[in-house]
């Protein structure tokens, strides 16, 4: 768990470095303010595309693989990226990049594989907290790099930095960690491929596709803030990448605090659905209360419930797949859960594109406020499902 732990740790550090200079450097290459949210949602348009394949075929041929292939690969969009001048190359970099993140699924499936359904959650929020502390250090870094040169918008030296944090998570999964599936666990997937089980099958079963459910609502509601933010801050607060890098951190800072020391106490005094409910609730408080913000500080008080109930959504809702899901198809259930995250994250933009167009940058919030909210319905049909019986494994 700690060798998994820094690995993502160092991966997304280097994905939190472009996060506040993204938006300015598609500007800088003829790409409008409201076509930016678009091409922010390409990134997940690729995640959601590879998160179920790499989660599927890690059932089959094991986590450490999957890792070490789909890391390689983030190297080299990475190396892309600093060299890039076109609004068509952006597009192109953005989707290979998210295809090759939606190793999410496996990282998600190994922690699964190595912990039992008390140990899970706690394991899980860790793992969360390995997220949360690389977006701290990436956003604020990579605000930081983005004033070393005379042109705010110059995304070169992330990109490369990016690279270099991502070859170190390679050499490290390379040389420390260990597959955590056993080969009957592996004969068990590949027998269950061969019979006609398909990852149709889990999107449709009682119990999970509720949770899948959720998963598309809140993440299509929280990546309307993600990419509006930076244009609403520049626009309403003035503020540039290292504001907006320093407002991600310390959002970023609570999330890892409420995952590491609260998310297994939680989860053993209100069980993970009533956590589940919780964060809808917390993220749709965020939206409202960004909205009147007039100062920085105000904004960073607003998100701190957005940030909780955030935090808390992705452990819960996960444990509770893990769970209802089959051993030997744990992979390929967390890879559609990470791919209902990256559809939201892809119909999340898509839509706030549209909607400030006609109501402005605050309108997105709003309307996210109203998604979120409508997540408590698929939750409580979730508990019902949840009784239904499952398939037995194939052998």
Excluded: C
Aim: charged share 10%; hydrophobic share 55%.
């Amino acid at each position: 768990m700690n060798v998994l732990f820094l690995i993502v740790f160092l991966d997304l550090i280097g994905f939190g470095m472009l996060i506040p200079v993204f938006p300015f450097f598609a500007e800088r290459i003829g790409i409008s303010p409201e076509t930016v949210i678009f091409f922010g949602g390409l990134y997940s348009f690729g995640q959601l595309a590879g998160a179920p394949l790499w989660g599927a075929l890690s059932d089959r041929i094991g986590r450490r693989p999957v890792l070490l292939l789909t890391l390689a690969a983030n190297v080299l969009a990475s190396l892309a990226l600093a060299f890039i001048h076109t609004p068509a190359a952006l597009a192109a970099s953005r989707i290979i990049s998210g295809l090759a993140a939606g190793n999410i699924s496996t990282a998600f499936a190994y922690v699964s594989d190595v912990t039992d359904d008390r140990s899970r959650p706690r394991a899980l929020g860790m793992l969360g907290v390995a997220f949360a502390m690389g977006f701290i250090l990436g956003p604020a870094l990579g605000g930081l790099l983005s004033t070393a040169g005379t042109d705010r918008s110059d995304i070169r030296p992330i990109a490369l930095a990016s690279a270099v944090l991502s070859g170190i998570a390679l050499l490290g999964t390379f040389v420390f960690l260990r597959e955590s599936l056993t080969d009957e666990l592996k004969a068990r997937a590949v027998a269950q491929s061969r019979a006609g089980r398909r990852r149709g099958e889990l999107v449709t079963r009682p119990g999970l596709r509720e949770l899948f459910g959720a998963t598309l609502v809140l993440l299509s509601a929280t990546s309307m803030l993600q990419v509006v933010f930076p244009l609403w801050a520049a626009a309403r607060l003035g503020m540039g990448p290292v504001g907006v890098g320093y407002v991600y951190a310390i959002v970023a800072t609570v999330s890892a605090v409420t995952q590491g020391g609260a998310i297994g106490p939680l989860t053993r005094r209100f069980g993970e659905a009533n956590i589940v409910r919780a964060s809808f609730v917390l993220a749709a408080i965020g939206f409202l209360l960004v909205i009147p913000s007039t100062t920085p500080w105000m904004t960073v008080l607003a998100l701190v419930p957005y940030s909780i109930g955030t935090s808390v959504f992705g452990p819960s809702v996960s444990g509770m797949i893990a769970k209802r899901a089959q051993a030997q198809e744990r992979g390929a259930a967390l890879g559609v859960y990470q791919g209902a995250a990256s559809l939201g994250r892809v119909v999340g933009p898509f839509t706030a594109s549209g909607i400030a167009k006609v109501a402005g940058l605050s309108g997105p919030l709003a309307i996210a406020a109203l998604i979120s909210l409508s997540g408590l319905l698929l939750i409580r049909e979730s508990r019902a499902a949840a009784t239904a019986p499952t398939e037995p494994a194939v052998t």
